[in-house]
C-alpha cells in the first residue's frame, strides 16, 4: 500500500526545549490514521509541520513521496485540515463562508460548495447563519470546508473535542464516509481513546514529543486483546505458581487480588485446577477484552505493569 506522509526523525525546538523528538511515521494511502496521546504531547505541532505552519528543527516530511521543504506550498492543494478549532465569519451564512473560502483559495468549480455540504450533512442548512449554528454544525462546516477543494489527505486536530456524545457519532460516521465512499486518507488526533479505537486503522502513540508505537489495530486486536482475569487470595504464591508451574510469562497484576494472563496455549481449566492444587483460593476466573486504553495506559506508563 502507498505511503502518502511519510516522517523521518522529525523534531521540533521552541526556545531551546524540545518538544518533539526524533518522530518517525507512515501514514497509508486510504487509511484513517489515528494521532493519540495526551494533551500536550506534540500532536498539533506535528500537524502544523506536515502543513508547513511550523518549521522542523530537524528531520524530513514526504508527502506522495516529495520532500517538503519551508518555502514548499504547491503540495498544500492535495490536503484539507482543520488545526484546533474551525473559525468563521459569525453573521455570514454557511454557503457564504464556503464560497468566500474557494475564492481565497482559488477554487471555481461549480458545485463545489453545495457537494460539500451535502457530504456533511449541511443540506437544507446552507442559509443559515453561522452564530445561530451548534458546535456540532460547526465541525462539520469545518470539514466541508476542508474537503471542498476535494482533497487526497485530510488532517482534523481533535475535531471531537466538546462535542455530546451525539456529535462524536456523527463526526465518527462522517469520517468512515470519507475514507470508504470518497477515498480520502484522514490523519487525526485525539486524546478519547475510545473514539480512535472506533475508526482507526493504524495508531501513532505519541507522549512526551516521542512517539512510543505505531501499530495497526488489527494486530493490537490480535496479539493483545484478549485475556484470562483471575480473582485469587494470594498474589505471590499465584505469581509463584504461574511462572514455576505453569511456565507463564506474560501477565499483567492488575491489584493484591487480581492477575491478568495474556497467553492461550494453556486452558482456563489447566489453570483454575494447578491453582486450586496449590491451595490459592480462586474468587473468579473469565475471559476478558482488552481495549486500546489498557494499551494506551500501560503503554504510556513505560509497560510496567506486565510481568
Do not use: W
Request: charged letters at 25%; a negative charge.
Amino acid at each position: 500500500m502507498e505511503t502518502v506522509i511519510q516522517i523521518h526523525q522529525l523534531s521540533k525546538s521552541f526556545k531551546g526545549i524540545e518538544t518533539v523528538s526524533d518522530v518517525n511515521m507512515n501514514v497509508k494511502k486510504g487509511e484513517i490514521y489515528g494521532f493519540l496521546g495526551p494533551n500536550g504531547a506534540g500532536k498539533t505541532t506535528i500537524m502544523k509541520m506536515i502543513l508547513n505552519l511550523v518549521k522542523p528543527t530537524s528531520g524530513e516530511i514526504k508527502i506522495f513521496n516529495q520532500s517538503i521543504s519551508t518555502t514548499s506550498y504547491q503540495y498544500l492543494s492535495k490536503i484539507g485540515s482543520i488545526i484546533e478549532y474551525p473559525e468563521f465569519y459569525g453573521r455570514l451564512t454557511a454557503k457564504e463562508n464556503l464560497e468566500l473560502h474557494c475564492e481565497y483559495i482559488g477554487v471555481y468549480e461549480k458545485g463545489a460548495v453545495k457537494e460539500a455540504l451535502d457530504i456533511v450533512g449541511l443540506n437544507g442548512v446552507e442559509n443559515k447563519k453561522i452564530h445561530e449554528f451548534s458546535l456540532g454544525m460547526k465541525q462539520r462546516l469545518g470539514i466541508a470546508r476542508a474537503i471542498v477543494t476535494k482533497p487526497e489527505i485530510l488532517i482534523l486536530d481533535e475535531p471531537i473535542n466538546g462535542l455530546d456524545p451525539i456529535g462524536i457519532k456523527d463526526i465518527r460516521e462522517l469520517l468512515m464516509l470519507l475514507k470508504e465512499e470518497h477515498g480520502i486518507t484522514i490523519l487525526i488526533s485525539s486524546h478519547i481513546v475510545a473514539e480512535i479505537e472506533s475508526i482507526a486503522d493504524t495508531i501513532g502513540i505519541l507522549h512526551h514529543g516521542k512517539l512510543l508505537k505505531e501499530v495497526r489495530m488489527e494486530d493490537i486486536r490480535k496479539e493483545n486483546m484478549e485475556y484470562l482475569e483471575i480473582k485469587i487470595d494470594d498474589l505471590k504464591k499465584t505469581a509463584h505458581v504461574l511462572e514455576n508451574k505453569l511456565g507463564i510469562r506474560k501477565y499483567e497484576i492488575v491489584n493484591q487480588h487480581c492477575i491478568r494472563i495474556f497467553e492461550h496455549d494453556i486452558s482456563q481449566s489447566q489453570i483454575n485446577k494447578e491453582l486450586i492444587l496449590n491451595d490459592i483460593v480462586v474468587n473468579g476466573i473469565e475471559k476478558q477484552q482488552q481495549h486500546l486504553e489498557e494499551y494506551f495506559l500501560n503503554l504510556i506508563n513505560g509497560g510496567n505493569q506486565i510481568a
